[in-house]
């Protein structure tokens, strides 16, 4: 690919610059500790003699609140420094952490408190995420590289992830997880305070003049014009309260209860490794309909329920979830490169929060869900059923023509809002 004129990744055609290599161990390093931390809290509490209906409450009070602020978060990251308030957000994180080390190291394990504590993490996501889709562009001209380079190294921290916090877990009790969790957010806000970052093109900052209510309204309108934004996100709620919501807290309860806490590091490590393989095969492949190929990668997602809830031996389980976290991964680069191709840069990050919110509002019923269904039904009838829903999901996706028939863009991306609406016009006019 030839290097455009402003080109942010320094070289001819080039990737790696200094700018994004910060951010790509930015990236890898907070998903080392956002892997470790799930295993730490199900393995804490769960020893503590608590269940699944508790692991889906303090789940669902971190993802309620990202859910709930994101969209504020991304109207803030439209007016402000982005990148100061990402590394705001991380140094927070930094503190919620180590307040969770002190609770676990001592046994104190109050419910509510570990809530609030989670709460307060995702809000700090909130603030955080929606910056995220303005900063990629800034630092690469590549943006499907990017995307699936930052990809595969959060697949191999995803997998690596939950094996260090197994051993971890094993040396220290989970209170040392989330001592590394702590260090993990103070290296990424280093590394973002590192970047040296071109001035951004003042199309991008011309809402600051307008009123907070006036810039949320101009990001909903932006999101709404697009058939094949929102009618990914109401799909994609289906799937959160109806699937992946209840299976995260379901399977990590029952493969501890069965197998240990090693085994969920495992198994989960599986699906990491199953994940660099889909993101790197993202590179590779450029679908002229990217949102089509992901689709169909998502077929296979349904594995990940599945093999638990069939009883398997835990080769399989590893299998199903390793061949589901290459469909996510495969599916999650053709998905933001979509965002970023086509999306103005002045209003994306709002664009991006209302995609964020309204793929997670569900996930916290989900995870609420998940005790209450337990109880009632069982684990493995739950999750059964959530491989039902996630197999109907892939197809429901390839149904919608907006969706399949979206054109891939120009890897550069819409710089400004007046760019004619790409993505909508050609998910109306293919056939």
Known sequence: MNTAPGDPSGTPGGLWSRNFTLFFAARGVARLGDMMAPVALATGL?????GAGVVGAVLA???????GFVIFGGVIADRVNNRVLMIGADLVRVGVQAVMACLFFTGHIVVWQICVLSAVNGICAALFQPGLPTLIPRIAADVQGANGAIRTIESLMTMAGPAVAGALVGLTEPGGVFVAYACTYLASAICLALLRLPAPDHRSVKSRGNSFRSDLSQGWQEFRSRTWLWGVIVIWMVLMIASWGPMVPLIATQVVSEHGPRTLGLVNSAMGAGMVVGALVAMRVRPVRPLRAGSAALLLYWLQPASVALDLPVPLIATGLAAAGAANAF??????????????????????????AGSVAMLPVGQALAGPASEIFGIRQVLAFNAVIALGVALALLSVPAIRNLRKADSRGVTDSSTTAVAESAGKGAG
């Open 61 to 67: 009070s971190m993802t309620a609140c990202f859910a």
């Open 46 to 50: 769960v020893l503590s003699g608590y």
């Open 331 to 356: 599916w999650g680069v053709m998905w933001t490169t979509s965002i970023l191709t086509q999306v103005p840069t002045d209003v994306r990050s709002r664009v991006h929060a209302y995609d964020v």
